[in-house]
């Protein structure tokens, strides 16, 4: 940092404190920190500061003033992302927006099956308030507990639902958004039908943050699911868990709210997060599917879930399986899928994917790309589990124990270039659920065909016209344009 | 038309066929008329040309052609539209894009739950051609044998399942779109799960052909329902519809795929239309509802209607019901809702309405809309029907039968004015389903905010700056930019 910039970088903070007041500010290094740290911890960066502004008004002030000053803004909700889009890039230029202080439920409608929410609310704590209301929000992730709803919408969260509810564009009615130049987007109804045209909010879901600041939502709620089903099925392979898919889509009807595949090593490394969780399966069978059923009112939900395994072992498409026959052991399969990732991270720093393909190719997929991956890689450990039946899988890979940092770089950079030399031949996408962020910007920007570049530049140009909003997410576009 | 631009026209028709082929360019009026006059045949307007392209790369050629004829292009798919938003409004300077030619299946792929179409391709060959693989599209519409997918798509249309699978936009996977410098926008992936970014396609569903040309759309399928029950059930009030519909949605779960409100009146007007219909329930509750729940596989649907129908009707929310003992009758209920249609048309010219408010606010906006009609045109007839679990209602108004074509004119004017009145104080939507058009255009502008304006505008431009596509639907570009 020049003598120039850290002038500039001073006389910046004066002028936010000016006008924001002191309140709204965050400038110390020690209390910045937090916003400039991805979620993994993997990245640190810095920003000349961090407005925490508690509503639509000092969002929109903030980003009038920002623009005025030739700051650029990044916004930031939970910090759960997994591919760098809520972080500054460019800590001399650039402020986090952090929408935690606008956190209220402005409104719960249970005759309407309706809410509007905050940007800031923490996930779980819509679900929970609505919960007592007889009601439900089907948005699901490992994160629920600190992510918050803005930072869901902002990109277009997945999860372990979106096979029935869909991903989060499919669970909202409409948004409230500060634009670029500080005008605000008013469009919280909740109606359930709306046709006038071009659906604006489109835009802004999936956008992370580069066209504007989410500063509300407008939710789509369901009736509470009180019965729920849960089995751990043992299975011959990753094509019979696809074929189970396949059926259970058919005899389930649209009751399946979960199915997740796992491999053995899924048990391993659960156990090692998590030593003493019981494991109520034998642990060497090739494949197993966590699969959920759920429902609301006179449907018998265990009935159904009995009849489907009982047709399904009888025909031998699976092998194995344990039902939940309590809330606690529904909890106790669920923490293997979550203890499965814990234990990942333990064994320190990997490559973690987010891919998808064509559901009937899933198998084909993750054969050939495990297979180029143990070419490529010797000694390293897949681990393939996943969304089956949204054909989205994380493909991870574990480098050796005894590799050294820098051989684990050069092992998950080398790993990364033979699963998406496969996932490019399958027509595969590079992010199913995640976004793009920063960290996939380069994978995504080289994929991109020179219509959609432009499409994508011609838009960003005309709704961000100086490129104020999160510069370096998802597109380079002051290089590219 | 001068002698000046009657000579420009003969050079545009001349250049259309030199360039396209005269295969691909209707240019005889009686040839043309059917292309330039509207769905209930209200309006009959001209264009220069309608061109019948056979394939994606004849619609781009076509457009760069058009372009730089300077024409106008308005895209048609099977102009069963409702809000003249498929016929040209300036017909010397226009032409008609015909995807009619566009028809084919280009893949269905049941294990993937997928199939790919072109625009041209009618609604119901792509229903019958996936049921005999065991699959469903759920788009369920009146025009079903006439629309054609690229026209839903653009609409971003409604119907009667709406409430369990969405509208249009929730049915696809992907597009493939000409945009409007003729260039392709190839959008065709059947992943489900693909979270890269903007999502591009948002935009041109429900564009109604303002910033492209869509000609193949990836969809979405469901397992075929081989099971369903129907019901046509008496109540006391439209207020217990609601009461019913909510109950419906907790009790049903996700299997309930159709819930229809209708007047007493509707009985008549379909003896008018269908003058042999079965009507199996006494006509003279004040309000009905046609129920449907369906499913696959291992669900009992029977029972759950049969079980859920007991209840209601024990607490006195149903007053009287019946439940289709076969197909056939089951066919004969949806007969009434049709039929209910064609007697409205049979009555002579009427409004009709398509406007939606929340879910929890409908019972009272119909009394309070049907009220404002009533006191300010004395005389006519209100007939409220529709999608009540989507909060979506059809207000219709059919003048007095002794009424002159004039005083048709003049009540129906009226009457929408005092329902849109009403409307705007609930916060409602003048257009639920239909889209906006060239019809609700007026009324689509003046409820239109600034910003939103200026979003609209701000796309338009980027995307087609020389408002080459569809020029006067939804907005008007050229004067309010």
Same mark, same amino acid.
């Given at each position: 940092?020049?003598?120039?910039?850290?002038?500039?970088?001073?006389?910046?903070?004066?002028?936010?404190?000016?006008?924001?007041?002191?309140?709204?500010?965050?400038?110390?290094?020690?209390?910045?920190?937090?916003?400039?740290?991805?979620?993994?911890?993997?990245?640190?960066?810095?920003?000349?500061?961090?407005?925490?502004?508690?509503?639509?008004?000092?969002?929109?002030?903030?980003?009038?003033?920002?623009?005025?000053?030739?700051?650029?803004?990044?916004?930031?909700?939970?910090?759960?992302?997994?591919?760098?889009?809520?972080?500054?890039?460019?800590?001399?230029?650039?402020?986090?927006?952090?929408?935690?202080?606008?956190?209220?439920?402005?409104?719960?409608?249970?005759?309407?099956?309706?809410?509007?929410?905050?940007?800031?609310?923490?996930?779980?704590?819509?679900?929970?308030?609505?919960?007592?209301?007889?009601?439900?929000?089907?948005?699901?992730?490992?994160?629920?507990?600190?992510?918050?709803?803005?930072?869901?919408?902002?990109?277009?969260?997945?999860?372990?639902?979106?096979?029935?509810?869909?991903?989060?564009?499919?669970?909202?009615?409409?948004?409230?958004?500060?634009?670029?130049?500080?005008?605000?987007?008013?469009?919280?109804?909740?109606?359930?039908?709306?046709?006038?045209?071009?659906?604006?909010?489109?835009?802004?879901?999936? +956008?992370?943050?580069?066209?504007?600041?989410? /500063?509300?939502? &407008? *939710? %789509? =709620?369901?009736?509470?699911?009180?019965? !729920? @089903?849960?089995?751990?099925?043992?299975?011959?392979?990753?094509?019979?868990?696809?074929?189970?898919?396949?059926?259970?889509?058919?005899?389930?009807?649209?009751?399946?709210?979960?199915?997740?595949?796992?491999?053995?090593?899924?048990?391993?490394?659960?156990?090692?997060?998590?030593?003493?969780?019981?494991?109520?399966?034998?642990?060497?069978?090739?494949?197993?599917?966590?699969?959920?059923?759920?429902?609301?009112?006179?449907?018998?939900?265990?009935?159904?879930?009995?009849?489907?395994?009982?047709?399904?072992?009888?025909?031998?498409?699976?092998?194995?399986?344990?039902?939940?026959?309590?809330?606690?052991?529904?909890?106790?399969?669920?923490?293997?899928?979550?203890?499965?990732?814990?234990?990942? +991270?333990?064994?320190?720093?990997?490559?973690? /994917?987010?891919? &998808? *393909? %064509? =559901?009937?190719?899933?198998?084909?997929? !993750? @054969?050939?790309?495990?297979?180029?991956?143990?070419?490529?890689?010797?000694?390293?450990?897949?681990?393939?589990?996943?969304?089956?039946?949204?054909?989205?899988?994380?493909?991870?890979?574990?480098?050796?124990?005894?590799?050294?940092?820098?051989?684990?770089?050069?092992?998950?950079?080398?790993?990364?270039?033979?699963?998406?030399?496969?996932?490019?031949?399958?027509?595969?996408?590079?992010?199913?659920?995640?976004?793009?962020?920063?960290?996939?910007?380069?994978?995504?920007?080289?994929?991109?065909?020179?219509?959609?570049?432009?499409?994508?530049?011609?838009?960003?140009?005309?709704?961000?016209?100086?490129?104020?909003?999160?510069?370096?997410?998802?597109?380079?576009?002051?290089?590219?344009?």
């Amino acid at each position: 940092m020049t003598a120039e910039t850290t002038a500039s970088v001073a006389e910046w903070r004066e002028a936010l404190r000016e006008h924001l007041g002191s309140d709204l500010v965050l400038t110390e290094r020690d209390q910045m920190v937090a916003y400039c740290r991805d979620w993994h911890g993997d990245v640190t960066t810095d920003a000349v500061a961090v407005l925490r502004p508690r509503s639509t008004e000092q969002v929109a002030a903030a980003v009038k003033l920002c623009r005025n000053l030739g700051l650029a803004i990044v916004p930031q909700g939970g910090n759960t992302g997994l591919v760098l889009g809520a972080i500054p890039d460019a800590g001399q230029g650039q402020v986090v927006l952090s929408l935690e202080r606008m956190n209220r439920i402005r409104q719960i409608d249970a005759d309407d099956f309706s809410a509007v929410v905050e940007a800031g609310c923490i996930l779980s704590e819509l679900k929970d308030a609505i919960a007592d209301k007889g009601m439900f929000f089907p948005l699901a992730l490992g994160a629920q507990g600190t992510c918050r709803i803005g930072g869901n919408v902002s990109t277009n969260a997945g999860g372990i639902n979106v096979l029935r509810y869909g991903m989060t564009r499919e669970l909202i009615f409409g948004l409230e958004v500060v634009l670029p130049d500080g005008s605000i987007f008013d469009g919280l109804s909740t109606l359930r039908k709306d046709n006038r045209g071009i659906d604006l909010k489109q835009l802004f879901i999936g +956008a992370e943050g580069t066209l504007g600041i989410i /500063t509300a939502i &407008s *939710v %789509k =709620l369901t009736p509470y699911p009180d019965q !729920v @089903a849960t089995a751990l099925l043992g299975l011959a392979s990753l094509d019979d868990a696809i074929k189970l898919f396949r059926r259970a889509r058919r005899d389930c009807c649209d009751l399946m709210s979960a199915f997740e595949f796992m491999p053995p090593l899924a048990f391993t490394l659960a156990k090692e997060a998590m030593p003493d969780l019981p494991i109520p399966i034998a642990a060497d069978y090739p494949a197993y599917v966590l699969m959920e059923i759920s429902g609301s009112g006179l449907v018998d939900i265990d009935d159904l879930m009995g009849r489907f395994l009982e047709a399904v072992m009888e025909e031998g498409i699976v092998l194995d399986g344990t039902i939940a026959a309590s809330q606690t052991q529904a909890r106790n399969l669920w923490l293997i899928r979550e203890g499965m990732n814990e234990g990942q +991270a333990k064994r320190g720093m990997h490559l973690r /994917t987010d891919v &998808s *393909v %064509k =559901l009937s190719q899933l198998a084909a997929f !993750v @054969a050939d790309a495990e297979k180029a991956v143990e070419d490529a890689v010797p000694g390293v450990v897949c681990v393939s589990y996943g969304h089956v039946g949204d054909g989205n899988v994380h493909l991870n890979v574990l480098p050796a124990a005894h590799a050294t940092p820098d051989e684990r770089v050069e092992q998950i950079y080398k790993a990364k270039g033979a699963i998406n030399a496969v996932l490019d031949e399958y027509q595969g996408s590079i992010s199913a659920e995640h976004g793009i962020g920063r960290l996939k910007r380069g994978d995504f920007e080289v994929r991109l065909s020179p219509v959609r570049r432009q499409l994508l530049t011609a838009i960003k140009h005309a709704i961000d016209p100086d490129l104020v909003m999160n510069p370096g997410c998802q597109l380079n576009f002051s290089v590219n344009s």
